[in-house]
């Protein structure tokens, strides 16, 4: 668990440290790169799926419950801001997920006009992480199976040590 405890805290202290300064858009790249990077740590295969994505987004964030959108939302979020910084993703222009845009503090819309628009608090979403990671964690250590999938892959994961 040490492998995977150490890539989460700076996955979730690099998030933490861009929202403080409010890098936003930066926080939620990071954030959906753990949703990524945790679904990958999920499945035995050696790559990952936007179906595995919303599969473990859908257990462990559960976007309708908590942040107002479904996983197929989210998924087309990840990828408009990953790709292109946007709300648009091939997803929302086939109209198979609504385009998502962001509040940060207690900014709320409080009229939307757009059907195919959905707004989301985007320090909601990065909490909504890291309280996933640890039931994520819960299972995994509650799973021999899991916790020795997991643990091997983590091995795998970049590491570095800071340099004199």
């Not at 908590?66 to 996983?71: A, D, I, K, T």
């Not at 845009?101 to 909504?128: Q, R, W």
């Not at 299972?139 to 899991?146: E, S």
């Amino acid at each position: 668990m040490d492998h995977l405890d150490q890539f989460y805290e700076r996955i979730g202290g690099a998030i933490s440290v861009l929202a403080k300064e409010q890098y936003i858009e930066a926080a939620l790249m990071l954030t959906f790169a753990g949703i990524d990077q945790m679904a990958w740590l999920s499945v035995s295969s050696q790559e990952s799926s936007g179906a595995d994505f919303k599969v473990w987004a859908e257990k462990y964030i559960k976007p309708s419950q908590n942040l107002g959108c479904s996983v197929d939302d989210l998924w087309a979020a990840r990828n408009a801001l990953l790709h292109t910084a946007t709300a648009e993703s091939r997803d929302t222009a086939k109209g198979k997920a609504k385009k998502v845009y962001y509040t940060t503090g207690s900014a709320v819309c409080t009229e939307n006009k757009s059907p195919d628009v959905i707004f989301i608090n985007a320090h909601h979403l990065m909490e909504h992480f890291f309280a996933s990671w640890l039931t994520y964690r819960l299972d995994i250590k509650a799973n021999p199976a899991l916790l020795q999938q997991a643990t091997e892959k983590a091995k795998q994961i970049l590491n570095y040590k800071k340099g004199l």
